[in-house]
């Protein structure tokens, strides 16, 4: 994937002699700021996977949240309509304003669509737990088995490492098969 694609049509483009990744603003249907990632001149086979699995997280949670906020704008405007037209209003009032509900009303609604998409949302925290081992299987490759452990204590990492593999082994029971290509929707 050519990362200069991802910013193709918003005007944005990093320095040519830029070392660094550069983030772009939020997207307008994700609301995530998309990255331009640096590529070295003599990249190693090993920072081009590590670099490639990146982009295709960012791409993935791209997709993941832009359809997951269209659905919620789209449900939430479809629950205000049908609330105000159960009490006889109109989406507008009498200056022009778009009518509202409280946040009493507007609670049910968030509950509700909060409930109806868990297992979505856990799908998708599934995926990422899923990335983070697979970046970290690609990264401690090059990180010193001294930092990973030390004596018979697990470091922090090693042991969020765990957690994870233990987190994304129930949910495989769970959930039926790991989807690799981010099918959460």
Same mark, same amino acid.
């Given at each position: 994937?050519?990362?200069?694609? $991802?910013?193709?049509?918003?005007?944005?483009? +990093?320095?040519?002699?830029?070392?660094?990744? !550069?983030?772009?603003?939020?997207?307008?249907?994700?609301?995530?700021?998309? #990255? $331009?990632?640096? #590529? +070295?001149?003599? /990249?190693?086979?090993?920072?081009?996977?590590?670099?490639?699995?990146?982009?295709?997280? =960012?791409?993935?949670? =791209?997709? *993941? !949240?832009?359809?997951?906020?269209?659905?919620?704008? =789209? /449900?939430?405007? /479809?629950?205000?309509?049908?609330?105000?037209?159960?009490?006889?209003?109109?989406?507008?009032?009498?200056?022009? =304003?778009?009518?509202?509900?409280?946040?009493?009303?507007?609670?049910?609604?968030?509950?509700? *669509?909060?409930?109806?998409?868990?297992?979505?949302?856990?799908?998708?925290?599934?995926?990422?737990?899923?990335?983070?081992?697979?970046?970290?299987?690609?990264?401690?490759?090059? #990180?010193?088995?001294?930092?990973?452990?030390?004596?018979?204590?697990?470091? &922090?990492? @090693?042991? &969020?490492?765990?957690?994870? $593999?233990?987190?994304?082994?129930?949910?495989? @029971? /769970?959930?039926?098969?790991?989807?690799?290509?981010?099918? *959460?929707?």
């Amino acid at each position: 994937m050519n990362s200069a694609c $991802i910013f193709k049509g918003l005007g944005f483009s +990093p320095p040519a002699h830029s070392r660094n990744d !550069w983030i772009g603003p939020p997207d307008k249907h994700s609301n995530l700021r998309r #990255v $331009i990632f640096y #590529v +070295p001149p003599k /990249e190693s086979p090993l920072e081009r996977r590590l670099r490639e699995a990146r982009q295709e997280a =960012q791409a993935c949670d =791209q997709r *993941f !949240w832009a359809r997951h906020n269209c659905a919620f704008r =789209q /449900e939430k405007e /479809e629950f205000i309509y049908s609330r105000l037209k159960a009490k006889g209003l109109e989406m507008r009032d009498e200056t022009g =304003q778009k009518a509202t509900l409280n946040a009493e009303e507007m609670a049910d609604f968030y509950k509700d *669509f909060l409930s109806k998409n868990f297992r979505k949302h856990m799908q998708y925290n599934r995926e990422k737990a899923l990335f983070i081992i697979k970046l970290w299987k690609i990264h401690k490759k090059k #990180v010193p088995k001294s930092l990973l452990h030390h004596g018979k204590n697990p470091t &922090i990492t @090693t042991k &969020i490492i765990k957690d994870l $593999i233990h987190f994304c082994n129930g949910s495989v @029971t /769970e959930a039926g098969e790991y989807r690799n290509k981010c099918n *959460f929707l």
